[in-house]
């Protein structure tokens, strides 16, 4: 994101295609679980996309009591957490502290848990609930610049989470408008009033959305429209310098590690790369893959053996 903070205006675009992105999610009745800026791409013409779902499942094994990401009772003690009488940051030191570490994040071997939801940490079971948490965690960002519970380390910023009652602000710096900090906050709550919880509809109805023609957001001007002059066009992502401190950094793996399920893991930095189809793709929506047309041939007692069994053959 070349911005820091958005305006309302531009914030408001980029949640409300972000909202018709999870709704579509939800309709199949999957929950993402993933919701994050990086999983939030631009097309060339500025609308979102929604992408990365390694981590979707079905809703009816995900309303199931889970252990996947949870922090147990390390949430609420057993490890070093942010002393209670440490000074006070700014709104601008707090997002000058974030660019930094987020620069360490990239590198991280698991990322961030500032977007998760309470209850997904805390061996609860969850529900298409816990994607409206995290789009107000975004939300959020956008409009002050970092997350609502971000801390130095992970593991400060999951008790964060847990205890939202007494860590959700909104700096006094930052001016917005009465409705985004009510919709902020209906999506940043207890999961039983999170807005949402009926249905995308009263998202939708809410007073923040004023003057949004659901119907014909991606017919609409974006609010930012990258440049691109070519499929494999990387102008538009940050780019990070290799270090040896960053290298270090991502072969260590911290409690946060232990909040993800041993099949979760399995995915942690996997890419998988096909050029082939990034270029035959001509027209929107259109893949054409290439097919393999023989068959793989059986292996050979001679392939197998080599010499030896021509050797055998000759003996007997």
Not at 37 to 50: A, E, I, Q, T, V
Not at 61 to 87: I, Q, R
Request: proline fraction near 5%; aromatic fraction near 10%; hydrophobic fraction near 30%.
């Amino acid at each position: 994101m070349r911005k820091d903070i958005l305006t309302e205006d531009e914030a408001r675009f980029y949640v409300a295609e972000t909202v018709l992105a999870i709704e579509s999610i939800h309709k199949h009745n999957y929950i993402h679980r993933d919701i994050k800026p990086d999983n939030l791409l631009l097309d060339r013409y500025g609308h979102l996309k929604l992408s990365d779902f390694g981590l979707c499942k079905p809703l009816d094994c995900s309303t199931l009591e889970e252990k996947d990401f949870s922090v147990g009772d390390s949430a609420n003690g057993g490890s070093k957490s942010e002393s209670p009488t440490a000074p006070k940051r700014t709104q601008q030191e707090q997002l000058e502290n974030w660019q930094k570490n987020r620069r360490m994040l990239a590198y991280s071997t698991v990322g961030t848990p500032d977007y998760i939801a309470p209850e997904v940490l805390q061996k609860k079971g969850y529900g298409m609930e816990c994607d409206w948490w995290s789009l107000g965690a975004i939300m959020y960002e956008m409009l002050i610049g970092y997350p609502p519970f971000y801390s130095d380390d992970p593991m400060s910023t999951c008790r964060k989470i847990v205890n939202w009652k007494n860590h959700l602000k909104f700096p006094e710096e930052v001016k917005l408008s009465r409705e985004a900090k009510d919709i902020t906050s209906k999506l940043l709550c207890n999961v039983t009033e999170r807005l949402g919880s009926n249905g995308t509809d009263e998202i939708k109805a809410h007073p923040w959305f004023k003057g949004i023609d659901w119907d014909k957001i991606y017919q609409m001007e974006a609010a930012f429209i990258p440049e691109v002059n070519d499929e494999l066009d990387t102008q538009n992502f940050e780019k990070f310098e290799e270090s040896e401190s960053h290298s270090q950094s991502t072969s260590r793996s911290g409690p946060w590690r232990k909040m993800l399920s041993s099949k979760d893991i399995n995915f942690v930095g996997y890419t998988y790369k096909n050029f082939k189809v990034v270029n035959d793709c001509q027209v929107p929506g259109m893949v054409d893959l290439e097919k393999t047309t023989g068959k793989p041939k059986k292996p050979t007692i001679k392939s197998l053996f080599g010499d030896e069994s021509e050797t055998s053959e000759e003996n007997s």
